[in-house]
């Protein structure tokens, strides 16, 4: 959804321009809470970036398409995630020790992981949806 703006304008554009009954399936975070103003300024976004899981599907629905199936990551998958994420970029860091930008990244790699554990694991989830379109011809 990145790629077209986000998830909403993804959808307008599948809604628009998709064929009738065509299946899609998108994958797209959503804020499990709340999140924090410093969790938001640590991602630059903001809390309309996002909807909770039942908005993901609402949201694609409002748009005439029919969610079929939805499946939310679980917090281990979420983590091993993460972790896999992590453990790249350590893996990055140890095969470049004198990359002119290894010191940013190394920042970056201990920065990102602090935030998921504070804040991103318990606020930001990551759903699937597999949706069907209801686009007449």
């Known amino acids: 959804s990145h790629a077209l703006g986000g998830y909403l304008p993804a959808l307008k554009a599948m809604a628009e321009y998709g064929r009738p009954d065509a299946f899609l399936v998108m994958a797209e975070g959503y804020w499990k809470q709340t999140p924090a103003a410093e969790y938001l300024s640590f ?44 453990e790249s970029m350590e893996a990055w860091l140890a095969a470049n020790p004198f990359d002119p930008d290894r010191a940013a990244f190394s920042t970056r790699c201990a920065t990102w992981w602090d935030g998921y554990q504070k804040w991103g694991r318990a606020t930001l989830g990551f759903g699937i949806y597999l949706l069907k379109g209801n686009v007449s011809e």
């Not at 908005?55 to 679980?74: D, K, P, Q, R, Y």
Request: glycine share 6%; net charge negative; hydrophobic share 40%.
């Open 43 to 86: 991602l630059d976004a903001q809390a309309g970036d996002y909807y909770d899981h039942p908005g993901n599907i609402a949201a694609a629905e409002a748009l005439g398409l029919t969610c079929v199936f939805a499946a939310t990551a679980s917090d281990a998958e979420w983590d091993a995630y993460e972790t896999s994420y992590r």
